[in-house]
C-alpha cells in the first residue's frame, strides 16, 4: 500500500467521549470511526487488525478439531421463548418485527440457534463430539457502552459450541478449548490470566475466564501470588478468615443512639468490626418479574459480593432499596439485624457467620443493636456471599491474596444439558436409550481483542503493535520525496517486501518528516524503514517502535536485515 493512497485519517485531536488510551488511540491512528453510541466503523487499518486476530483464532481453533460455520444474525425470537432467555437477557436484546409481525432478536449470542442447527440432524451418539463456530458480529443494547471497541453494543465475537454424549467427553474438550484459547493469546502477544469465573444462572458446573491485565480493566481479579489460584471476584474463594483476639461480651441490648454505620458502632464499643453483622438490604427482582425485598447478612469486616448474592437466590438482579420501601417491610434502616426480623423477610447469611456467637447486630429497632448475639435461628439459609479482600488467605495454598485488574477477552464454560433439554435436543445412547446432549460453550471477544492489545501495548506517542497482528508490518518512509535516491531505494525495497507477500506500507506523501515519523509512531508499525539524509552515507536506519530504538544499516545489508525482522 502506498501512503498517499491510503485511506488513514490520523489526528493530533482525541475525541470528546474518551478517556480510554486504547480508545482514544484506535481513533487518533485511524483504526475505527465513532457512529453512534457503542457503534463503530472499522476503517483500512482497523479492518486489517482485526483480520489478522481471525486469522489466528481460526488457525489454532481449526487446528483443535473445531469447524466454523455461519448463522443468520437475526433470530426468530421462538428460539428465544423457547430456551426461557427471552426475559433474562431483558433490555439487551434488540427485538422487532418484520413486514409479517414475525417477532426476530438480534443474535447477542448463539446458543439457541446453534442448538436448533443440530437438534434435528444429530440423533445419535455416532455423530458425537462435535465443534462448531463462528466469528461474527453480535448485538447486545448494553446500558452503558463504552470505552470504544472495548464495551460496545456492536461487536464481533467468536462463539463455540460442543456437543457430546457424556459429561467427561465435555470435559475432555473444555480442556482442549482452554489450552486453544492460551495458545491464541500467546500468539496474540497477551499477558493474561485464566480465572476461574461466574457460571450464573445458566448453570453449568464450571467456567473459566481469559483476561489480559491492564490497569483500565473492568474486572477484578483475585490471585495469589504464591500458586496458580485466580479468580474473577465474582466468584472468588478464600480460606476462613480466622477470629480476631476474642472478646467477652454478654447478651444484652445496648442504646446506640445515631449510630448505623459498622465503622461508627466499631468505635463506639471499641470492637473490632469482625464481630458485627453488617444488613445489606436489597430488591431482588426474579426472571418472573416479581420482587422481594431481601437482607444479605455478612461480617462487619467484609462487604456483599453482589454476583454471589444474586446466585445465591437465583435472582435476575439486585436494586438498592429506598426508606419507603424498608419501611413498608417492617424493616429499620441502619438497624436491621437477624435477631426479631419481621418473619416475611427472606435472609441470606454469609457462610462464614455459621454457628457464630459473640456478634453484634441490629436490634430491628430505631437507636438499638443486640450485643452478644448468637446465630442460633432454626432454618437459616447460608451461602458464600462475601466479597474476597486484599489480604485475606489464598483458598488453596494459604498466601495472601491480591487483586488485578482485568479485561474478559474469552469466557469458556462447561454448559450441561440446558439448553439441549429446553429445545430437546437427544441423541440415543448405544442402547437406544435418548438423552439430552451434553454441550460446552466458548467465546472469544474479537472486536474487544483490538482494545485489549492496544490497552497493554501503546506509550506516549501511539499504538505499539506486534508484527503477528499489525496491519503492516513494515512501513518504509522516504524522508524527502523531491529525492530521486530516497524515491528509487524505497521503491526498490517496498517491491521486494511486496512480492515476498509482507505486509508493506510506503510513505510516499509529499509531507515533513516530523509529520510521517509522528504517524509511524502513533499508528504503531512494528518496523519503519528510515530513507533520508544519511542515504549520502550509504546508510537507512531502521526504526524499532516498540523499544524506541534506532538501527543504522548500511544500504547492501538492508532488505537482509529487514527480512529477519519481518518475515
Ligand atoms: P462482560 O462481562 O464483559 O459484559 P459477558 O460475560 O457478558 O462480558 P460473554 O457472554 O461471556 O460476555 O461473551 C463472550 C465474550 O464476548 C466476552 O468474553 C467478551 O470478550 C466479549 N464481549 C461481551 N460483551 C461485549 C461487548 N459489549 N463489546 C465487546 N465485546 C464483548
Ligand atoms: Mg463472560
Given amino acids: 500500500m502506498r501512503f498517499s493512497k491510503a485511506y488513514i485519517p490520523t489526528s493530533k485531536e482525541s475525541p470528546n467521549d474518551a478517556t480510554l488510551a486504547s480508545h482514544i488511540l484506535l481513533i487518533r491512528a485511524g483504526y475505527i470511526q465513532s457512529v453512534a453510541s457503542g457503534l463503530y466503523n472499522l476503517l483500512p487499518l482497523g479492518k486489517k487488525l482485526l483480520e489478522n486476530i481471525i486469522k489466528i483464532v481460526r488457525e489454532e481453533l481449526d487446528k483443535a478439531g473445531c469447524q466454523e460455520v455461519e448463522l443468520s444474525f437475526v433470530t426468530p425470537a421462538e428460539l428465544w421463548e423457547e430456551s426461557g432467555r427471552i426475559n433474562k437477557f431483558g433490555k439487551e436484546l434488540l427485538r422487532f418485527r418484520d413486514r409479517k409481525d414475525n417477532l426476530f432478536v438480534l443474535g447477542p449470542t448463539h446458543e439457541e440457534m446453534m442448538v436448533n442447527l443440530i437438534r434435528n440432524n444429530v440423533t445419535s451418539y455416532k455423530q458425537l463430539p462435535l465443534n462448531l463456530y463462528q466469528i461474527k458480529t453480535k448485538f447486545r443494547d448494553e446500558a452503558r457502552p463504552r470505552f470504544g471497541l472495548m464495551r460496545a453494543r456492536e461487536f464481533v465475537m467468536k462463539d463455540g459450541y460442543s456437543f457430546h454424549s457424556s459429561d467427561e467427553d465435555m470435559k475432555r474438550e473444555f480442556q482442549l478449548m482452554e489450552e486453544t484459547y492460551r495458545k491464541i493469546f500467546q500468539r496474540l502477544g497477551l499477558d493474561f490470566r485464566v480465572v476461574e469465573a461466574d457460571s450464573g444462572a445458566i448453570g453449568g458446573s464450571g467456567s473459566k475466564e481469559f483476561m489480559v491485565l491492564a490497569d483500565s480493566g473492568e474486572d477484578t481479579l483475585v490471585v495469589c501470588p504464591s500458586c496458580q489460584y485466580g479468580a474473577n471476584i465474582e466468584t472468588a474463594k478464600r480460606a476462613k478468615v480466622p477470629e480476631p483476639e476474642p472478646v467477652e461480651m454478654n447478651f444484652g441490648k445496648f442504646y446506640t443512639p445515631n449510630l448505623k454505620t459498622i465503622e461508627e458502632l466499631s468505635q463506639f464499643f471499641h470492637i473490632d468490626p469482625y464481630f458485627f453483622v453488617k444488613a445489606v438490604i436489597k430488591k431482588a427482582i426474579y426472571e418472573d418479574g416479581s420482587d422481594e425485598v431481601v437482607v444479605f447478612f455478612v461480617r462487619g469486616s467484609d462487604e456483599l459480593e453482589e454476583t454471589k448474592a444474586i446466585n445465591s437466590i437465583g435472582a435476575l438482579e439486585l436494586l438498592d432499596t429506598s426508606s419507603e420501601e424498608l419501611e413498608k417491610v417492617g424493616l429499620v434502616a441502619g438497624f436491621v439485624g437477624f435477631i426479631d426480623l419481621p418473619k416475611n423477610i427472606r435472609a441470606v447469611f454469609d457462610i462464614e457467620l455459621e454457628d457464630s456467637e459473640n456478634l453484634i447486630t441490629g436490634a430491628n429497632e430505631v437507636d438499638y443493636h443486640y450485643v452478644g448475639a448468637k446465630l442460633d435461628l432454626p432454618n437459616i439459609s447460608f451461602a458464600d456471599i462475601a466479597k474476597v479482600r486484599e489480604g485475606d488467605m489464598c483458598p488453596t495454598c494459604g498466601g495472601r491474596l491480591e487483586y488485578r485488574k482485568g479485561i474478559e477477552v474469552g469466557h469458556i464454560f462447561q454448559l450441561g444439558t440446558t439448553y439441549s433439554e429446553k429445545l430437546e435436543a437427544n441423541f440415543l445412547d448405544q442402547q437406544g436409550k435418548s438423552h439430552p446432549i451434553v454441550m460446552g460453550t466458548y467465546g ?86 528510515i530513507i533520508g539524509k544519511s542515504l549520502k552515507n550509504g546508510e537507512v536506519e531502521i526504526l524499532h517502535r516498540k523499544e524506541n530504538r534506532k538501527e543504522k544499516i548500511a544500504i547492501d545489508k538492508v532488505i537482509e536485515r529487514v527480512e529477519e525482522l519481518v518475515v
Fill in 444 to 529: 472469544i471477544g474479537v472486536s474487544r481483542l483490538i482494545s485489549a492489545i492496544v490497552e497493554q501495548s501503546h506509550d506516549d506517542r501511539g499504538i505499539v503493535l506486534p508484527k503477528e497482528v499489525a496491519p503492516y508490518r513494515l512501513n518504509i518512509l522516504i524522508s524527502n520525496i523531491k529525492n530521486s535516491d530516497e524515491v528509487e531505494l524505497g521503491e526498490k525495497i517496498y517491491n521486494h517486501f511486496q512480492s515476498l507477500g509482507v505486509p508493506v506500507i510506503l510513505d510516499d506523501r509529499k509531507e515533513r518528516f516530523g509529520f510521517k515519523i509522528r504517524d509511524a509512531e502513533l499508528i504503531g508499525f512494528p518496523y519503519t524503514l
